[in-house]
């Protein structure tokens, strides 16, 4: 059995917005779900990734960076 197998399903975490990782996104890095997310939220184009568990859950949290105002 592989390591992939026995990981819990990730969940993408954007602001309040959470994502649930389905079959489609199982196979992606964190870095090429953030390519096919930031087309609906193009606010984490260029958020930093934090990878932490939570009760068990693998959560996948996209910190947007702050902008300049102006």
Known sequence: MSDQNTLQPRVFKI??????EDVSMASLSNE????V????????????IR????????????????GRKG
């Open 51 to 66: 990878e932490r568990e939570d009760n068990g859950h693998r959560v996948v949290e996209f910190l947007p960076q702050p």
């Open 32 to 35: 090429q779900v953030r390519d």
């Open 15 to 20: 602001g309040a917005t959470r994502i649930a």
């Open 37 to 48: 997310l930031k087309r609906t939220y193009p606010e984490i184009a260029h958020a930093t």
